[in-house]
């Protein structure tokens, strides 16, 4: 079973990462770990091994990047993939996120197909 | 409002009604009344220094986010004020892109107002009224 952590401040927009990975991976694959803010993940992460960050990136304490920059930096997730969601991405923050370590920035509002198909390209 | 700020509001409020409740956003008469049960704010500190307001009416607000939360939609005020805040961060993200798609975007949290703003762009979501403003700081 894939162990996926969604850090989003938005409740909403957690069940729509949900949603759509069950989709993929079938109903049952995936255990989700969900957090309000990077703080709280970065909790989880730093004694939790998991198969995919799915990230926010305005939030209160810690914010998506700050929390992408924090977790590359422990052993446990040099490589987890880390899928990024923001409707806040211009193409020169895409470029600073995918340099520190993001595998994908996702434009919110995004399509299933779209989260799919950036699953697919991590591995998942 | 201007003319292009109107314009870069009109595709945000669009994008972000068809992917939460796909439902069709179109501007509407800004002389009709409104009457929003609900308003948020969003506080915008770059590019431009601002604050964005949203206002739903009841009915809409109710269905928007039962049609966003779908099999898992409860009723409670917690998702319905969860909706209007997404909604409000996205179409505020998408504003600020489409009025300068280089430029740093730096956004508050969104909260819910009591007061209605004195200036809004109305939209009719078949049916439904959705008002959205454009604050300049002061």
Redesign the interface.
């Given at each position: 079973m894939k162990k996926v952590m969604i850090v989003d401040?938005?409740?909403?927009?957690r069940?729509?990462v949900r949603?759509a990975v069950s989709s993929m991976i079938g109903v049952g694959g995936a255990e989700f770990l969900e957090a309000e803010d990077g703080s709280v993940a970065l909790r989880q992460l730093t004694v939790k091994k998991v198969d995919l960050i799915v990230c926010d990136l305005?939030m209160?304490v810690l914010d998506g990047h700050a929390l992408l920059a924090r977790v590359r930096g422990l052993s446990l997730h040099k490589t987890t993939p880390f899928i990024v969601l923001?409707?806040?991405v211009?193409?020169?923050?895409v470029v600073q996120l995918k340099a520190a370590g993001a595998n994908a920035v996702l434009k919110?509002?995004?399509?299933t197909q779209q989260l799919k198909d950036s699953l697919r390209a991590v591995g998942l | 409002m201007n003319t292009e700020r109107r314009r870069c509001l009109d595709r945000a409020v669009a994008d972000a009604a068809a992917a939460f409740a796909f439902v069709d956003a179109q501007p509407a008469a800004d002389t009709q009344p409104v009457d929003p049960a609900t308003w948020v704010k969003i506080a915008v500190f770059a590019p431009t220094p601002g604050t964005l307001v949203l206002g739903m009416s009841a009915d809409a607000v109710e269905e928007m986010t039962r049609t966003a939360w779908g099999a898992f939609a409860t009723g409670s005020d917690e998702q319905r004020n969860g909706f209007l805040f997404e909604l409000m961060n996205v179409i505020a993200g998408r504003f600020l892109a489409e009025l300068d798609p280089q430029a740093s975007v730096e956004l508050g949290f969104p909260e819910v107002v009591t007061e209605a703003p004195p200036l809004v762009a109305q939209y009719d979501l078949e049916g439904r009224r959705m008002a959205v403003g454009w604050l300049d700081a002061a």
């Open positions: 401040d938005s409740p909403l927009a069940q729509l949603a305005n209160p923001s409707s806040l211009n193409d020169a923050k919110k509002p995004f399509s | -």
